[in-house]
């Protein structure tokens, strides 16, 4: 197949199928059918069909579009894709509003391609195909680790290389600069499948870098970045350090700030996990061009931050 095509092995599958193929003009609906060298072999890609999803007219913070993908800064408490749960009102619903006709269609439907998610209550930046070529791009290079990918993100306490406690929890070390290094396997919790669970056992392996940005009385503000991308990582190891963050009603557990620290009302009344995906870095599927975006904290963490701060007097 010529590489420009981007059609995926299950694309090309229901093509055959569908009868879209023909081995010297006659139709194949077999992968296993015989050819010889020199056959010549036409596949017919129809128009993508329009999407079962629906276009919904949100507002969207678009950051980057052309013709091959569209980068947005996605809100807190939005999901990415419909799902049991939330069968509209996604970033997919509003995508599909949004780029219309200019979907040329993924996985030959008119549709966004997802190549990564950030959780609902996450905000932060994403990017999605409008192209198979695209999708195929970006999905290899987020599968081999290269997309670059930073968060913002607001933990109680400090983390600090002299912390006597910090030596004691395994699978977290400390590297140059006082980055802390957090490497486990990640897998679903035993008990609560809604949940995932740091495992020396069993899991998939998982690897968090953070750095502290600010130092507060309780709490820090942190540059995240991931070595892999699972389900709830950066949650999951910096509970697993001992430093929630701020706001998580999954894996925050009953952690407050020392009663009086500037900050600590605001802190306990945080409705969301303090997690913000600042940076998004990738190669341009058809140009080859480094992309890299940033995002500014969104209203809500940048208020936490100045009550920290002790910027406001708190009620």
């Known amino acids: 197949m010529p590489e420009e095509a981007a059609l995926s092995r299950s694309r090309l599958a229901r093509l055959l199928a569908e009868g879209a193929v023909r081995v010297d003009g006659v139709i194949v609906t077999e992968a296993k059918a015989p050819v ?14 329009e999407s079962h999803m629906v276009g919904e007219a949100i507002p969207l913070s678009v950051i980057w579009e052309d013709d091959e993908l569209i980068v ?13 749960g939330s069968p509209d009102g996604t970033l997919v619903n509003a995508l599909i509003h949004h780029c219309g006709d200019t979907l040329s269609g993924v996985g030959g439907e008119r549709r966004p391609g997802i190549v990564h998610r950030i959780d609902k209550d996450t ?23 290269s997309v670059e990918r930073h968060y913002r993100a607001i933990c109680h306490g400090v983390p600090d ?40 056992d069993e899991g998939r392996h998982a690897v968090t870098r953070a750095q502290v940005v600010e130092g507060y009385a309780g709490a820090a503000l942190l540059d995240c970045w991931l070595e892999t991308g699972r389900t709830h990582q950066i949650r999951v190891h910096l509970a697993h350090a001992g430093h929630a963050l701020i706001g998580d009603p999954v894996y925050g557990g009953r952690r407050r700030m020392p009663s009086g620290a500037p900050g600590a009302e605001a802190a306990a009344a945080f409705p969301r996990q303090a997690l913000h995906a600042a940076t998004l870095g990738f190669v341009h599927p058809a140009t080859g061009e480094a992309m890299r975006f940033e995002a500014p904290l969104p209203g809500d963490l940048s208020a936490l931050l100045a009550a920290l701060r002790g910027d406001i007097t708190q009620s």
């Open 36 to 49: 010889a060298e020199g056959a010549e072999i036409a596949i017919d890609v129809p128009e993508a069909a």
């Open 72 to 84: 947005v800064d996605k809100p807190a408490g939005m999901v990415v894709h419909p799902a049991p």
């Open 123 to 145: 905000s932060g930046l994403l990017v999605a195909a409008k192209t198979d070529r695209a999708h195929a791009s970006l999905a290899a290079q987020f599968k081999d680790h």
């Open 161 to 200: 290389a002299g912390d006597p406690r910090l030596r004691g929890v395994r699978g977290v070390g400390f590297e140059a600069g006082g980055v802390m290094k957090v490497q486990s396997l990640l897998g679903r919790h035993r008990t609560d499948r809604q949940r995932q669970a740091v495992s020396f």
